[in-house]
Protein backbone atom coordinates (compact mmCIF):
# COMPACT_ATOMS: atom_id res chain seq x y z
CA UNK A 1 0.00 0.00 0.00
CA UNK A 2 1.18 3.69 -1.13
CA UNK A 3 -0.82 4.51 2.28
CA UNK A 4 -1.23 2.81 5.51
CA UNK A 5 -4.42 3.12 6.63
CA UNK A 6 -3.71 0.99 10.26
CA UNK A 7 -1.39 3.82 10.36
CA UNK A 8 -3.68 6.16 9.40
CA UNK A 9 -6.32 5.65 11.81
CA UNK A 10 -4.11 5.01 14.88
CA UNK A 11 -2.65 8.04 14.27
CA UNK A 12 -6.59 9.51 13.98
CA UNK A 13 -7.46 8.32 16.99
CA UNK A 14 -3.94 9.66 18.68
CA UNK A 15 -2.94 6.10 19.89
CA UNK A 16 0.76 4.58 20.07
CA UNK A 17 1.49 1.06 18.87
CA UNK A 18 1.78 0.23 22.57
CA UNK A 19 -1.79 1.77 22.81
CA UNK A 20 -2.84 -0.75 19.96
CA UNK A 21 -1.24 -3.93 21.43
CA UNK A 22 -2.47 -3.61 24.68
CA UNK A 23 -6.02 -3.54 23.43
CA UNK A 24 -5.70 -6.13 20.65
CA UNK A 25 -3.26 -8.63 22.26
CA UNK A 26 -0.73 -7.77 19.40
CA UNK A 27 3.07 -7.20 19.83
CA UNK A 28 4.44 -3.77 18.97
CA UNK A 29 6.37 -5.40 16.80
CA UNK A 30 4.16 -6.88 15.05
CA UNK A 31 1.71 -3.80 14.21
CA UNK A 32 4.99 -2.10 13.32
CA UNK A 33 5.38 -4.54 10.41
CA UNK A 34 1.85 -4.49 9.79
CA UNK A 35 2.19 -0.58 9.35
CA UNK A 36 5.39 -0.92 7.55
CA UNK A 37 3.60 -3.38 4.82
CA UNK A 38 5.80 -6.19 5.91
CA UNK A 39 3.12 -8.75 6.93
CA UNK A 40 0.26 -9.01 5.42
CA UNK A 41 -2.87 -9.13 8.17
CA UNK A 42 -5.35 -11.94 8.74
CA UNK A 43 -9.23 -10.87 8.47
CA UNK A 44 -9.45 -12.11 11.81
CA UNK A 45 -6.55 -9.63 12.58
CA UNK A 46 -8.13 -6.37 10.50
CA UNK A 47 -11.32 -7.15 12.26
CA UNK A 48 -9.32 -6.70 15.62
CA UNK A 49 -7.39 -3.90 14.66
CA UNK A 50 -10.90 -1.90 13.05
CA UNK A 51 -12.69 -2.76 16.26
CA UNK A 52 -10.01 -0.95 18.46
CA UNK A 53 -9.54 1.79 16.25
CA UNK A 54 -13.17 2.34 15.62
CA UNK A 55 -12.97 1.80 12.04
CA UNK A 56 -14.30 -0.41 9.44
CA UNK A 57 -11.95 -3.34 8.46
CA UNK A 58 -13.16 -3.01 5.30
CA UNK A 59 -11.81 0.74 5.29
CA UNK A 60 -8.42 -0.36 6.35
CA UNK A 61 -8.55 -3.00 3.55
CA UNK A 62 -9.37 -0.45 0.64
CA UNK A 63 -6.57 1.49 1.33
CA UNK A 64 -4.79 -0.52 -1.50
CA UNK A 65 -4.53 2.47 -4.99
CA UNK A 66 -4.04 -0.43 -7.51
CA UNK A 67 -4.82 -4.33 -8.00
CA UNK A 68 -2.86 -6.01 -5.67
CA UNK A 69 -2.88 -9.38 -3.42
CA UNK A 70 -3.21 -8.48 0.63
CA UNK A 71 -4.36 -10.24 3.30
CA UNK A 72 -4.24 -13.59 1.36
CA UNK A 73 -7.16 -11.93 -0.45
CA UNK A 74 -6.85 -9.99 -3.77
CA UNK A 75 -8.55 -6.20 -4.29
CA UNK A 76 -9.23 -4.60 -7.14
CA UNK A 77 -9.80 -0.71 -6.68
CA UNK A 78 -11.10 0.89 -10.34
CA UNK A 79 -10.52 4.76 -10.34
CA UNK A 80 -13.47 6.58 -11.13
CA UNK A 81 -14.69 10.28 -11.54
CA UNK A 82 -17.20 11.54 -8.88
CA UNK A 83 -20.47 9.23 -10.15
CA UNK A 84 -24.05 8.22 -8.88
CA UNK A 85 -24.05 5.13 -10.74
CA UNK A 86 -21.55 2.57 -10.93
CA UNK A 87 -21.19 -0.08 -14.19
CA UNK A 88 -19.93 -3.73 -12.76
CA UNK A 89 -16.33 -3.78 -14.22
CA UNK A 90 -16.29 -0.33 -11.96
CA UNK A 91 -16.80 -2.13 -8.81
CA UNK A 92 -14.60 -2.23 -5.83
CA UNK A 93 -13.96 -5.73 -5.86
CA UNK A 94 -12.91 -7.95 -2.28
CA UNK A 95 -11.93 -11.96 -2.83
CA UNK A 96 -11.48 -13.44 0.81
CA UNK A 97 -10.12 -16.95 0.07
CA UNK A 98 -10.23 -17.30 3.99
CA UNK A 99 -13.66 -17.39 4.16
CA UNK A 100 -14.43 -18.26 0.44
CA UNK A 101 -16.64 -14.96 0.01
CA UNK A 102 -16.29 -12.95 -3.23
CA UNK A 103 -17.68 -8.77 -2.31
CA UNK A 104 -18.38 -5.76 -4.96
CA UNK A 105 -18.82 -2.63 -2.98
CA UNK A 106 -21.98 -1.27 -5.13
CA UNK A 107 -21.65 2.51 -3.75
CA UNK A 108 -19.78 5.12 -5.34
CA UNK A 109 -16.78 5.86 -3.37
CA UNK A 110 -16.42 9.84 -4.82
CA UNK A 111 -20.05 11.32 -5.44
CA UNK A 112 -20.27 14.59 -7.51
CA UNK A 113 -19.85 17.92 -5.70
CA UNK A 114 -19.45 17.91 -2.15
CA UNK A 115 -21.65 15.04 -1.40
CA UNK A 116 -21.23 11.92 0.86
CA UNK A 117 -22.75 8.66 0.87
CA UNK A 118 -24.00 7.66 4.04
CA UNK A 119 -24.68 4.05 3.21
CA UNK A 120 -22.75 1.14 1.76
CA UNK A 121 -24.19 -1.88 -0.63
CA UNK A 122 -22.45 -4.92 -1.23
CA UNK A 123 -23.21 -7.61 -3.80
CA UNK A 124 -21.93 -10.93 -2.14
CA UNK A 125 -21.33 -14.61 -3.62
CA UNK A 126 -20.67 -17.16 -0.52
CA UNK A 127 -19.19 -20.76 -1.75
CA UNK A 128 -21.39 -24.18 -0.65
CA UNK A 129 -21.09 -24.72 2.67
CA UNK A 130 -18.78 -22.02 3.69
CA UNK A 131 -19.78 -19.34 6.38
CA UNK A 132 -19.82 -15.27 5.76
CA UNK A 133 -17.51 -14.56 8.39
CA UNK A 134 -14.96 -16.55 10.48
CA UNK A 135 -17.17 -16.26 13.73
CA UNK A 136 -19.89 -14.75 14.86
CA UNK A 137 -19.20 -10.57 14.26
CA UNK A 138 -21.33 -7.66 15.16
CA UNK A 139 -21.11 -3.97 13.42
CA UNK A 140 -21.02 -1.05 15.83
CA UNK A 141 -22.65 2.56 14.97
CA UNK A 142 -24.32 0.52 11.58
CA UNK A 143 -26.92 -1.80 10.58
CA UNK A 144 -27.02 -4.63 8.33
CA UNK A 145 -30.11 -5.61 5.84
CA UNK A 146 -29.05 -8.74 3.63
CA UNK A 147 -31.75 -9.82 1.05
CA UNK A 148 -31.30 -13.20 -0.37
CA UNK A 149 -31.08 -13.35 -4.59
CA UNK A 150 -29.55 -16.79 -5.16
CA UNK A 151 -29.35 -20.17 -2.80
CA UNK A 152 -30.07 -20.91 1.09
CA UNK A 153 -28.63 -19.80 4.02
CA UNK A 154 -28.98 -20.49 7.53
CA UNK A 155 -28.93 -16.80 9.42
CA UNK A 156 -27.65 -17.23 13.02
CA UNK A 157 -28.65 -13.79 14.59
CA UNK A 158 -27.62 -14.32 18.32
CA UNK A 159 -28.71 -17.88 19.57
CA UNK A 160 -31.46 -18.25 16.68
CA UNK A 161 -31.72 -19.60 13.39
CA UNK A 162 -33.20 -18.64 10.77
CA UNK A 163 -33.32 -20.17 7.28
CA UNK A 164 -33.61 -18.03 4.33
CA UNK A 165 -34.26 -18.52 0.33
CA UNK A 166 -34.37 -16.74 -2.48
CA UNK A 167 -36.60 -13.76 -1.86
CA UNK A 168 -36.10 -13.29 1.76
CA UNK A 169 -34.40 -10.61 3.63
CA UNK A 170 -33.12 -10.05 7.17
CA UNK A 171 -32.53 -6.74 9.37
CA UNK A 172 -29.75 -7.21 11.73
CA UNK A 173 -29.22 -4.33 14.51
CA UNK A 174 -26.12 -2.53 15.53
CA UNK A 175 -24.12 -4.48 18.61
CA UNK A 176 -25.92 -7.87 17.48
CA UNK A 177 -23.79 -10.94 17.17
CA UNK A 178 -24.71 -12.62 13.70
CA UNK A 179 -22.90 -14.33 10.65
CA UNK A 180 -24.91 -16.95 7.84
CA UNK A 181 -23.77 -19.71 6.22
CA UNK A 182 -24.42 -21.26 2.64
CA UNK A 183 -26.47 -24.42 3.30
CA UNK A 184 -27.66 -24.95 -0.15
CA UNK A 185 -26.60 -26.60 -3.20
CA UNK A 186 -25.29 -23.54 -5.34
CA UNK A 187 -23.42 -20.21 -4.53
CA UNK A 188 -25.33 -18.14 -2.44
CA UNK A 189 -25.51 -14.61 -3.84
CA UNK A 190 -27.35 -11.70 -2.07
CA UNK A 191 -27.08 -8.04 -1.33
CA UNK A 192 -26.13 -6.17 1.97
CA UNK A 193 -26.96 -2.99 3.04
CA UNK A 194 -25.01 -1.28 5.68
CA UNK A 195 -26.26 1.85 6.91
CA UNK A 196 -22.96 3.49 7.14
CA UNK A 197 -20.31 4.29 4.71
CA UNK A 198 -18.11 1.46 5.74
CA UNK A 199 -15.14 2.78 3.52
Not at 110 to 136: H, I, R
Not at 160 to 176: Q, R, S
Amino acid sequence: MEKNRIREARKRKGYTLAQVAEQTGYTVGFLSQLERNLKQPSLNTLRKIAACLECSEVWLITGETEEKNTWSGKIIKKEQEGTYCLAPTARLQMHMPELSTKYEILTPSNLPGDKKAKMTGLYVQLDVGCWASEKMISHCKMDESLFILQGKIDMHIDDEVFPMGVGDCAYVPENTLHNYQNTGDVVMIGIIYFSSLIY
